[in-house]
């Protein structure tokens, strides 16, 4: 009876209302809790709008209204160098100094000492760079030759012999004839690198017994072939194939190939003074 009247009381008191009161405070918390979050995106927004599409900054090539004469892109500050273009020793950076009598001259020198690493760096660089138009051997027969380009400077005849060191450079610098200048793919540190690596690989090329250190075995090349079965001819002279495309002929004032630079048609140049050439 008791557990009866218990309920009947309950149900008289009305159970939905407490329970009502519970429902209507949570919604309130949601909806404030909606509105906080709306109010926070909505000055996020602001913000981020306010700090990037109307701040104050230059865009490339186009003007501003931050400066007096409206450019966007400032000129340098007189008598200041850029960071990494000082550019003290001119020899390492152009391959050429002043000569006595105002032309510019070539020098066999390399501008640091001369190391193993130097040379390796040298021959994986003109592996690269170098070997589909002159080969791997230098002798101007590479890989583009044998499809019809014209033919590479031979870096083992007479007159790229008798080029100081730093004609080279010079060329890999500012391209000769149908040779690109190579300045945008190797830095001043490769390019001399590649040039002390050409004349070792002349020096190789046109080495004898006598330059051999004492101990050392020297093969003839027809016997390395023989033994690693390579082709009768690997040993031979390459031939120029017949679609090489010949030179046509040099025109004067624009020099001929090969030519180094003592004595080009215009001799005004200023190159400054250079540090002395490491020993």
Not at 11 to 34: F, H, K
Not at 128 to 148: E, F, K, M, Q, W
């Amino acid at each position: 009876m008791q557990a009866i009247r218990f309920n009947s009381r309950f149900r008289e008191a009305g159970p939905s209302t407490p329970l009502r009161c519970a429902q209507d405070d949570n919604q309130m918390r949601v909806r404030r809790l909606g509105i906080a979050a709306a109010f926070g995106v909505t000055l996020l927004l602001a913000g981020c709008r306010q700090d990037m599409q109307n701040q104050p900054k230059l865009i490339p090539q186009r003007g501003s209204e931050m400066f007096a004469d409206h450019r966007g892109a400032r000129p340098q500050v007189v008598n200041t160098v850029a960071r990494g273009q000082l550019h003290e020793d001119s020899y390492f950076y152009t391959g050429v100094v002043e000569g006595a009598n105002g032309y510019r001259e070539e020098k066999n020198e390399l501008p640091f000492p001369l190391t193993v690493d130097v040379l390796k760096r040298g021959q994986e660089r003109f592996n690269i760079y170098c070997t589909p138009c002159h080969s791997r051997v230098g002798n101007g027969l590479g890989a583009i030759v044998d499809r019809g380009y014209k033919p590479a400077a031979n870096l083992h005849d007479q007159v790229r012999l008798a080029q100081p060191l730093s004609h080279y450079f010079y060329v890999m610098t500012h391209g000769y004839g149908a040779m690109p200048d190579y300045s945008a793919q190797l830095t001043p540190e490769d390019r001399w690198a590649v040039a002390a690596y050409i004349r070792a690989l002349q020096l190789s090329q046109s080495a004898t017994a006598g330059d051999v250190p004492a101990g050392v075995q020297v093969k003839d090349l027809a016997e390395i072939a023989k033994e690693k079965n390579l082709p009768a001819g690997f040993a031979q002279p390459w031939a120029l194939p017949a679609t090489a495309v010949q030179a046509y002929p040099p025109v004067t004032k624009e020099g001929y190939p090969a030519m180094a630079p003592a004595n080009p048609a215009d001799p005004a140049i200023n190159i400054p003074h250079s540090k002395p050439a490491a020993q």
